[in-house]
């Protein structure tokens, strides 16, 4: 099976690349392993309890994603600095803050998925 990996830089509501990764995405699993990485604000995309007047929910739309099989990791370091783990201590990859299925990982993960993937999409301003 191919792969396809999109990695997105930006936060959600600030742009539209979560809802267009997010739609890529759930094509794409129709005939593709997909890999997203979360990196810089993009890691507030999975916040649970996000609740955007205006619009869905970021992060239960990458949640069902995560729960169709799509594997989504963000930064450790970009999380770390934005709040979701302590700056210090023991790695943690789930993060109580998140959505369920979303985990948190360092870059070396991102390397693996790059090297792993047919097909690259970047997501970025």
């Known amino acids: 099976m191919k792969t396809l990996t999109i990695v997105l830089t930006d936060g959600p509501?600030?742009?539209?690349?979560?809802?267009?990764?997010?739609k890529l995405a759930d094509e794409?699993?129709?005939r593709y392993q997909v890999n997203i990485f979360l990196y810089l604000d993009a890691?507030?995309?999975?916040?649970?309890g996000?609740?955007?007047?205006?619009?869905?929910?970021?992060?239960?739309?990458f949640a069902g994603l995560a729960e169709k099989g799509a594997v989504i990791r963000a930064c450790a370091r970009c999380a770390a600095?934005?709040?979701y783990l302590p700056e210090e201590g023991p790695a943690k990859e789930n993060c109580e803050g998140y959505e369920t299925g979303i985990k948190i990982t360092s870059l070396y993960e991102l390397s693996e998925m790059l090297r792993s993937?047919?097909?690259?999409?970047?997501?970025s301003r």
């Open 43 to 48: 890691v507030h995309i999975p916040k649970r």
């Open 28 to 30: 794409a699993l129709k």
């Open 13 to 22: 509501y600030i742009s539209e690349h979560a809802e267009i990764a997010c």
């Open 117 to 123: 993937s047919d097909r690259v999409i970047s997501l």
């Open 81 to 83: 600095a934005r709040g």
């Open 50 to 61: 996000q609740s955007a007047s205006m619009f869905t929910s970021a992060g239960e739309l």
